[in-house]
């Protein structure tokens, strides 16, 4: 695979695959145990940030080591997760799209728009939100 083309979750998904069964690691990678290693990455993650109080878009003020750590970080976090998604037999693409769609009808444009606030603290035609949600799930 070459680093400079796009790289794709099945992709990731396959080199997560072959990366562990060549140490016989299948074993343990278990979801409970993928689970508890991507926390652990999200806290290693969490770490780069903590002191450095909100961070402008882009990082302007970080030096190259800091980015390339944050690189990593982040990747460990991806392919732990894209692990896990496949141990459980969860195809992680259409999940994340479709919560991207739940989540457009969660938080409506013209009723989100510049607020941060959480779906059901909108005003909404719908009486009531959770079920407008639950309805478009099938």
């Known amino acids: 695979m ?3 083309e796009n790289v794709t979750l099945e992709e990731l998904k396959k080199k997560m695959a072959e990366f562990a069964k060549e140490r016989d690691w299948d074993r343990f990678h278990s979801p409970r ?3 508890l290693a991507l926390v652990g990455e999200v806290g290693e993650l969490s770490e780069i940030f903590q002191w450095k ?7 302007p003020d970080w030096k190259e080591e800091e980015k390339v750590h944050l690189g990593e970080e982040l990747s460990d976090v991806l392919l732990y997760l894209v692990r896990l998604s496949d141990i459980c037999g969860v195809d992680l693409g259409k999940a994340a799209l479709r919560k991207v769609e739940l989540n457009a009808i969660k938080y409506p444009v013209k009723q989100c728009n510049g607020s941060s606030r959480k779906y059901n603290n909108t005003t909404s035609t719908t009486t009531n939100k959770d079920e407008e949600i639950n ?3 099938n």
């Open 53 to 59: 109080g909100e961070v402008p878009k882009g990082l």
């Open 2 to 4: 070459d680093v400079s």
């Open 33 to 35: 145990n993928l689970l």
């Open 135 to 137: 309805n478009n799930l």
